[in-house]
Nanobody, 123 residues
Framework: VQLQASGGGLVQVGGSLRLSCAIS????????MAWFRQAPGKEREIVAA????????WYAESVRGRFAVSRNSAKDTQWLQMNSLKPEDTAVYYC?????????????????WGQGTHVTVSS
């Protein structure tokens, strides 16, 4: 299974970015998918998660109301729409997926990871 994240960049405070993650390969379905981020000097943290059924999206408190996670009908691409960006959102963002029924908000449960995409929010 391969995940490819893209869409990062430099944006001003209050601006928006949309990250994309394409998943390919593998024969095991379904997938829960999620976004994580890691700021310099900090541990990787979960930002948002989208279970396979899509009925219970999960968001970290720090991004709730500003970020939105979605997925296409083929369930092979997910997006993270980030609005009202703040300097503290600056980080490397990663997409990840898993195939079991473990909780979507725990980083240790994710088996497959994409490379990171950098997001920098300037003030």
């Amino acid at each position: 299974v391969q995940l490819q994240a893209s869409g990062g960049g430099l944006v001003q405070v209050g601006g928006s970015l949309r990250l994309s993650c394409a998943i390919s390969g593998g024969t095991i379905r379904p997938y829960d998918m999620a976004w994580f981020r890691q700021a310099p000097g900090k541990e990787r943290e979960i930002v948002a998660a989208l279970p396979w059924r899509g009925d219970r999206k999960w968001y970290a408190e720090s991004v709730r109301g500003r970020f939105a996670v979605s997925r296409n009908s083929a369930k092979d691409t997910q997006w993270l729409q980030m609005n009202s960006l703040k300097p503290e959102d600056t980080a490397v963002y990663y997409c990840a997926s898993k195939t079991d029924s473990s909780p979507v908000y725990q980083i240790s449960n994710y088996h497959y990871w994409g490379q990171g995409t950098h997001v920098t929010v300037s003030s």
